[in-house]
């Protein structure tokens, strides 16, 4: 299996170079980058150009590592046990049917080779990473209520995200490979543009992309638009058909582009082009 890239996702050739080498090394591929920067898109256009089904787990605050495993549902099994037919007895006898399966039985259990998203690892406890090391290193578990050894078929292609909300433990980072995806520079922006909206005014494209990046100069935004908010941000544009004109001021910097709320978004950033445009006017 070799991932070149895909019509829909324009990958750098270190990235290509990343995913093929955790595919080689048979290793978890960890990926780092600011929000926005196509992490998750990442796994599913994988999977999808090696026809890998792409099972997914997105992390929460709440969750815990045995809820990729399996769970034990004992409220379940109490409720029946207090029925008295006969189906209902059967069914409390085996354990196993009151164990949910998590999406590591899956991927592990799954008759053909899939691909795994474990996405924003970093959401959830500190203790969460060290408790998958060794079902993610030997590929195996064991379920203690029915004394059963879960062992993977096909080794999944797995990716985990992060978005460097909190550091990950050094025992999980060593068996992963890393790659960190920097933010796009003009041209491949462009390129990312052309995939997505294939039919867009080139005038419309350029001007935009120059009202984006000089946003993402302004030091004192809290939160700097990302991939996602500009093909957000142009998706509008053409909906509306938006002149050039409109986009263009004498100074970017200090101008709040039209339809904003795709591209800034919290009102600190929009307070601080508001006075930034009060004081541009004021000194005209």
Known sequence: MKFQGSDNYVATQDLMLAVNAAITLKRPLLVKGEPGTGKTMLAEEVSAALGLPLLQWHVKSTTKAQQGLYEYDAV?????????????????????????????????????????????????????????????DRMEFYVYETRELVQARHRPVVFITSNNEKELPDAFLRRCFFHFIRFPERETMERIVQAHYPDIRRDLASEALNVFFQIREVNELKKKPATSELLDWLKL??????????????????????????LLKNEQDVHLFERLAFLSRARR
């Open 237 to 262: 544009l053409m909906i509306e058909d938006m002149p050039v004109e409109a986009l263009r001021s004498n100074d970017a910097k200090v101008a709040i582009p039209p339809l904003h709320g795709a």
């Open 76 to 136: 379940s099994r109490l409720r029946d046990s207090q029925l008295r037919d006969d189906e209902s007895v059967q069914k409390v006898r085996n354990i196993s049917n009151y164990i949910l399966r998590g999406v590591l039985w899956q991927a592990f259990t799954s008759d053909t080779p899939v691909a795994l998203l474990i996405d924003e690892i970093d959401k959830a406890d500190i203790e969460f990473p060290n408790d998958l090391l060794r079902e993610l």
